[in-house]
């Protein structure tokens, strides 16, 4: 009887040890994991909170690398399946990369081009990000997001700050500051040095990227406009677009003076300019459909209808004048445009086309749904230096993909 009780009271030990043991391993491996994986902070942790000198936390966790087999490389593909708040092509040749932040979290992450690796460049966590805005060098990028509070609306400008070559850390850090409250919309100077903005009331300044030596420049009433950066002494200003109402577009200059008429009565209105501000391309609703054509501002002459699709789904070439590259819809499905569109009650299946807004001559790129195997709405579009890599985003699910411009496409192999 005395052996039975001391064998089951050994088995009742090992059992317990056993148990404990297995805690412990399973806490420690879910700890792990977790530490580089998405998290999402509490309610509280970020936004940034109210005070306007409070920087956002540091993290200390260590960089995140992943490889791809650059021979299976597909000429266009997802580079990763999160949604992302914003995203720019840099870089040249071998050193081609995108960098892009993470909505749900706001880590920023730098994806290789040509080889498909994917370094995480910060982890701070900055929870449900609505856009990121990105200068035009990766150097720095202004988080926009709701508060939880008031939503009312915060701009954060963070710097990327890369580890110096005597620490022993190999962390990229961000170093910024708020910009002013309610910004509804901006743009940065091609230099990435300054901002032009919206405010809530409706007056338009300009400031240093980091919001300081702001001025004044347009004192209106309405702030429904859509501000871009076009060149170095020129910004235009657009009225946002509805297909019920007419828009107008304006030239402003950056030491201020009174607007220059562009466009205007366009139902539907929505530009985009080249980095000359000569060449303007704008959309306009035709009742079930939208038209592009381009507006050369020297001749005051315009061209078109040059494509079925919007100027958001556009970008200028960095190489050839007048050359534009586009996400054309294949079908374009009765509605009210741009307003359906924005609002997501309809989307696109597009392909990638290069146009020429001299000849009107329009050269197909890419069959995004038979290369992708899926349909992609592509907006927020941007190219390397070189032309040799075209990066977007997927409105759909908000996913980054790229496209390999200089690749054969799988009909010439």
Not at 30 to 41: E, K, N, V
Not at 177 to 203: A, Q
Not at 226 to 238: D, F, K, R, S
Request: hydrophobic share 35%; proline share 4%.
């Amino acid at each position: 009887m005395t052996k039975k009780i001391i064998l089951l009271f050994i088995i009742t030990v090992t059992v317990v040890v056993g148990i404990i043991f297995g805690i412990y391993f399973f806490n420690n491996k879910t700890t792990t994991t977790t530490s580089t994986s998405t998290t999402t902070a509490p309610i509280g942790f970020f936004p940034f909170g109210t005070n306007n000198n409070e920087q956002p936390a540091t993290s200390t966790q260590s960089i995140v690398a992943t490889s791809t087999n650059t021979e299976s490389l597909p000429r266009l593909r997802q580079i990763t399946n999160s949604p992302t708040a914003g995203i720019i092509a840099l870089g040249t040749n071998s050193s081609s990369t995108a960098r892009y932040t993470e909505r749900a979290t706001g880590h920023i992450y730098e994806a290789f081009l040509k080889t498909g690796e994917i370094v995480r460049l910060s982890n701070t966590t900055i929870p449900k990000i609505y856009e990121a805005v990105w200068n035009p060098v990766g150097a720095s990028t202004i988080f926009r997001y709701l508060t939880d509070s008031d939503n009312s609306i915060e701009s954060y400008y963070a710097k990327l700050i890369s580890p110096s070559a005597k620490s022993t850390s190999t962390e990229t850090t961000l170093q910024g500051t708020f910009l002013t409250k309610n910004i509804t919309g901006l743009s940065i100077s091609e230099k990435g040095d300054k901002i032009v903005y919206v405010k809530k009331e409706g007056n338009i300044e300009i400031s240093n990227i980091d919001g300081t030596k702001k001025v004044l420049i347009y004192n209106t009433p309405i702030n429904e406009w859509v501000v871009e950066w076009a060149t170095e002494n020129l910004i235009t200003i657009t009225t946002k677009a509805s297909g019920s109402t007419d828009g107008f577009m304006y030239t402003l200059d950056t030491k201020g003076g009174l607007p220059k008429r562009i466009l205007g009565n366009i139902p539907g209105l929505t530009t985009l300019a080249d980095n000359t501000g000569t060449n303007i391309v704008f959309s306009q609703s035709t009742g079930a459909s939208v038209v592009m054509s381009m507006k050369n501002t020297k001749t005051e002459t315009i061209v078109g209808p040059i494509a079925n699709t919007l100027p958001e789904k556009c970008i200028w070439s960095n190489k050839e004048f007048g050359i534009i590259y586009c996400a054309i819809p294949d079908f374009m499905q009765n509605a009210t445009y741009p307003d359906d569109w924005y609002k997501g009650l309809i989307s696109f299946e597009d392909s990638i086309a290069k146009i020429d807004t001299k000849s009107g001559d329009i050269t197909v790129i890419s069959k995004m749904t038979n290369e992708a195997g899926q349909g992609i709405d592509a907006t927020n579009l941007s190219l390397t230096k070189d032309d040799n890599f075209l990066v977007f985003i997927n409105k759909k699910d908000l996913t980054p993909w790229s496209l390999n411009l200089k690749a054969k496409s799988p009909s010439q192999n």
